[in-house]
């Protein structure tokens, strides 16, 4: 089950920001025994690729805290956010063995799978509720919401490794407070849709 819960709340943390799970999970594969990560994922540990993936964060984290940018930035990341999901999904879990499962062992595209549909769907209601933010705020609260988010990621990553159990309870909370973040954005979008109408000669 902990792997499972590791490896869900990982990709849920790269629908938030791609890179910061990568990060995290190479950082202690290499410098801790938190993480041992099978041959095929050994790559992650790699010197140079945790040094790119620094640098593709950073620009992230400049480009993301900028209004009508984080928009275009949001579109590249479509492709990246679910394969980096699908990734530390599938790597974490064969490092577990999804809690000796054989059934997992035997179809390892299962977490790949699994990590890239979530990290997809958090993905998606980052980019929905962006631009409503965005639009309500005039591009204010944008280099807040997009902080928040890196933290939420960076949370959400270190706890799936070294606490799962909290974890555990960060992602349900995660998961309510996206479907109240929902919510809100469609509301909102309806109510600006209703007075643009009535703003409308005739």
Avoid: C
Avoid at 85 to 105: H, I, Y
Avoid at 171 to 188: C, E, G, H, K, Q
Wanted: aromatic fraction near 6%; avoid cysteine; proline fraction near 4%.
């Amino acid at each position: 089950m902990f792997a499972m819960v590791t490896g869900l709340s990982l990709a849920a943390a790269a629908g938030l920001n791609a890179y910061i799970p990568i990060l995290v999970v190479g950082l202690l594969g290499l410098f801790t025994h938190a993480v041992t990560l099978p041959h095929e994922y050994a790559w992650m540990t790699n010197g140079w690729v945790i040094a790119i993936v620094a640098v593709l964060l950073a620009a992230e984290v400049v480009l993301d805290k900028v209004a009508v940018v984080d928009h275009v930035n949001d579109a590249i990341q479509t492709l990246v956010r679910p394969a980096a999901g699908g990734a530390v999904f599938a790597a974490t879990s064969a490092a577990s063995q999804v809690d000796s499962s054989s059934f997992m062992r035997g179809h390892p595209w299962i977490g790949w799978v699994l990590g890239i549909a979530v990290a997809f769907v958090v993905h998606l209601t980052k980019a929905g509720v962006r631009p409503v933010v965005n639009a309500s705020t005039l591009g204010t609260a944008t280099p807040l919401v997009s902080a928040v988010e890196d933290a939420v990621s960076l949370g959400m990553s270190l706890l799936a490794i070294l606490a799962p159990v909290l974890a555990l309870i960060a992602l349900v909370v995660f998961v309510f407070a996206a479907i109240r973040l929902i919510r809100a954005a469609l509301s909102l979008r309806r109510r600006r849709a209703r007075r643009d109408a009535a703003a409308r000669p005739g």
